[in-house]
């Protein structure tokens, strides 16, 4: 149906930058929206921030200043950007995808969700 692939994790000192990527392939007929998660160890996924096809987005005040989600439309990608780097940004960051997808019969939608991607920040 529809794959999600995320890149750019790492290990990063406080106060870093990093750039997250994912790209989305499959049976794509329209994407509604993408964006990041996170999960930290022993805590649940939150939401980082959220794209919508129109532009419009969907943050988290945990990240909201520090953080910054673009999209490349045209080549179904998405990316996170992330500054000041804290400790506690340390997770594992998801990608996910509002996807409407072919099927032998007509589209239909679903969200889809990446392996994840680990990001330790650490001096």
């Known amino acids: 149906q529809v794959q999600l692939v995320e890149s750019g994790g790492g290990l990063v000192q406080p106060g870093g930058s990093l750039r997250l990527s994912c790209v989305a392939s499959?049976?794509?007929?329209?994407?509604?929206?993408m964006g990041w998660y996170r999960q930290a160890p022993g805590n649940q996924r939150e939401l980082v921030e959220t794209?919508?096809?129109?532009?419009?987005?969907n943050d988290a005040d945990s990240a909201k200043g520090r953080s910054t989600t673009s999209s490349d439309n045209a080549k179904n990608m998405v990316y996170l950007q992330i500054n000041s780097l804290k400790p506690e940004d340390t997770a594992v960051y998801y990608c996910?995808?509002?996807?409407?997808?072919?099927?032998?019969?007509?589209?239909?939608?679903?969200?889809?969700w990446g392996p994840g991607t680990k990001v330790t920040v650490s001096s």
């Open positions: 794209i919508i096809s129109d532009g419009h987005t």
């Open positions: 996910t995808a509002v996807v409407v997808y072919r099927t032998t019969h007509f589209p239909l939608s679903g969200a889809f």
């Open positions: 499959g049976r794509i007929f329209r994407i509604h929206s």
